[in-house]
Nanobody
Framework: QVQLVESGGGSVQTGGSLRLSCASS????????VGWFRQASGKEREGVAT??????????QYADSFEGRFTISQDKAKNTVYLQMNSLKPEDTATYYC?????????????????WGAGTQVTVSS
């Protein structure tokens, strides 16, 4: 089992920034991908960015809508993955979740990961 805890959400104005954190614990060696996903009210959950957390080089992937504004990174020593969000817009308002899984290929953006955190709310006001 892997436990994930998100933090860093809050309320900001348009153009502001937030950094989300995802701390993982448990049998983290069973996973090699961590992703950030979000779900706005009345919408389906969507992938934001993913990062390879296994041995060796770090690989990241972004959904087209977020590349350039959002940056995913990790601190392997702390088992923590971050999502830096800049130039936030009201349409970024959503609950943001981190999730972990094992993938034999790329760290995909589809929200079918095995382990999920409870989510953290991000609200962007105009």
């Amino acid at each position: 089992q892997v436990q994930l805890v998100e933090s860093g959400g809050g309320s900001v104005q348009t153009g502001g920034s937030l950094r989300l954190s995802c701390a993982s614990s448990g049998y983290t060696a069973s996973t090699n991908c961590v992703g950030w996903f979000r779900q706005a009210s009345g919408k389906e959950r969507e992938g934001v960015a993913t990062i390879y957390t296994g041995p060796g080089p770090t690989y990241t992937q972004y959904a087209d809508s977020f590349e350039g504004r959002f940056t995913i990174s990790q601190d392997k020593a702390k088992n923590t993955v971050y999502l830096q969000m800049n130039s936030l817009k009201p349409e970024d308002t959503a609950t943001y979740y981190c999730a972990a899984t094992f993938s034999s290929s790329v760290c995909y953006l589809e929200p079918t990961y095995n382990y999920w955190g409870a989510g953290t709310q991000v609200t962007v006001s105009s």
